[in-house]
């Protein structure tokens, strides 16, 4: 069974960065592509970063690129999203997700998704 278990967000300052973390379990990094998807109260959901390991593929939506990194630890189960020089838009509920592949469609799909950690940008 894939679990996937969030950890990280609260609430910051603009400009400031927070780190998320994910632990997953039930399938390896190298069998799954994994990553955050992030949604606004009233907006779609938004695919922010993917990772896959066998494909050897990393994505950022544009909104985040530059600002944003996607790390996984093999040996601790973990995806991390470092989230630097962070903005008010940037608020959202946060999801780890796994999916078959990724690219410029992560998140459109029907990813398996943990419960979401709670991101607030605010001053």
């Known amino acids: 069974e894939v679990q996937l278990v969030e950890s990280g967000g609260g609430l910051v300052q603009p400009g400031g960065s927070l780190r998320l973390s994910c632990v997953v379990s039930g399938f390896r990094f190298d069998d799954r592509a994994v990553g955050w998807i992030r949604q606004a109260p009233g907006t779609e959901r938004e695919g922010v970063s993917c990772?896959?390991?066998?494909?050897?593929?990393?994505y950022y939506a544009s909104s985040v690129r530059g600002r944003f990194s996607i790390s996984t630890h093999a040996a601790k189960n973990t995806v991390y999203l470092q989230m630097n020089d962070l903005k008010p838009e940037d608020t959202g509920v946060y999801y780890c997700a796994a999916d078959v592949t990724c690219g410029t469609g992560w998140g459109t799909g029907y990813p398996q998704l943990g419960q979401g950690t709670q991101v607030t940008v605010s001053s």
């Open positions: 990772r896959s390991d066998r494909a050897h593929v990393t």
